[in-house]
């Protein structure tokens, strides 16, 4: 019994959790949401990828605006060099992500055209400047990324079966 509850004692400890207090928790930090592209390259090789991150607050079908954006990495092609545009970088936001099929539309243009990045809802999208990337059968895919608690709860779990293992095989030497 003394094993168990050190074992969870550790799991708490290791996880975050404190000991009951009077105050309320802080409610825990919200995500952001992010957004994975592909598209297939017409003028390059294989597949284009690409993550769009919004802030927590934008909802699924809303405009991207200065304030729901947050961050767009465009991963680079045989062709294209891979780029990052961050709120300051660009002047002009257009399009939406929504859960319907074939109903996203991103257009996302840096400031002085340096960088711009379209995808249309019939599925083609187009990268420019200076070197252009296009293709078909554009998709976007909400990206899965755990919370910090998720993370310490797993390793807590690891942390505690690596500890009853070690007793067990320690104990078996023991009784050998």
Known sequence: MK??????????????AAPARATAPAPPPVANKVFDFSGTC??????????LTLAPTY????????????S?????????SAYTLLPGDVDTFGGAITNVPGGNFVLLIAKNETETFNSLVN???????????FGTNATWVAGGVPEPATWAMLLAGFAGLGLVGRRGVQGARSSA
Do not use: Q, R
Not at 3 to 16: E, F, Y
Not at 42 to 51: I, L, R, V
């Open 42 to 51: 017409t003028d390059c090789s294989g597949t284009a990828s690409a993550e």
């Open 59 to 70: 909802t699924l079908g809303d405009a991207i605006t200065p304030v729901s954006f947050v």
């Open 123 to 133: 599925g083609l999208w187009h990268v420019a400047n200076p070197i252009d990337d």
């Open 3 to 16: 094993t168990l509850l050190g074992i969870m004692v550790a799991s708490m400890v290791i996880a975050g």
């Open 72 to 80: 767009f990495h465009y991963d680079g092609t045989d062709l294209k």
